[in-house]
């Protein structure tokens, strides 16, 4: 092989890896939790909308089977979550802040109901979930109920 073609395969093997690399650095968020009823029942297909006060940009998902669902590639900003299923109150949640590369686990218990009614969910989450893949060697998973039990300071 000559120098030259040893050049450029090596120039395209870096650039190959040069960008696998930067997908794993993404400054985005993401949401994941669980949805159920009064019950402890999973509320499956119920549709999950969060929406960027700033932009006004909505994102959109639905839980699975189990009751789970995933929201991904959100800008870091404040949003408000909205789950709906048909013959559940509808559950709002507003002022939701999620950073760079925050994983946020958020849950909703739906209430029996019309879905012109709707539950407005209080208080603001202070404490973010961050979770890595086995390709880091920093960081830790907590809990929401373990971070929710934290003494918070101002």
């Known amino acids: 092989m ?6 450029a395969l090596l120039a395209v093997l870096f650039g190959l890896c040069s960008e696998i ?19 402890k029942a999973v509320v499956a297909d119920a549709k999950v909308i969060v929406i960027n006060t700033s932009t ?5 998902s639905f839980a699975n089977e189990t009751g789970s669902y995933y ?24 002022d939701v802040i999620l950073h760079v590369q925050d994983t946020l686990e958020i849950n909703f218990e739906m209430e029996l109901g019309s879905a012109s009614e709707s539950v407005t969910v209080q208080g603001v989450l202070r404490y973010s979930i961050r979770i890595f893949d086995r390709r880091h060697s920093c960081g830790t998973a907590e809990s929401q109920r373990t971070a929710l039990e934290r003494p918070q300071r101002f």
């Open 2 to 7: 000559t120098a030259l073609r040893r050049v």
């Open 56 to 60: 006004r940009i909505r994102y959109e």
């Open 71 to 94: 929201v991904t590639n959100l800008p870091p900003g404040t949003y408000r979550i909205e789950v709906e299923r048909l013959g559940f109150k509808a559950v709002i949640k507003s």
């Open 21 to 39: 690399h930067v997908h794993a650095q993404s400054t985005n968020a993401s949401l994941t939790g669980r949805i159920t009823d009064s019950s």
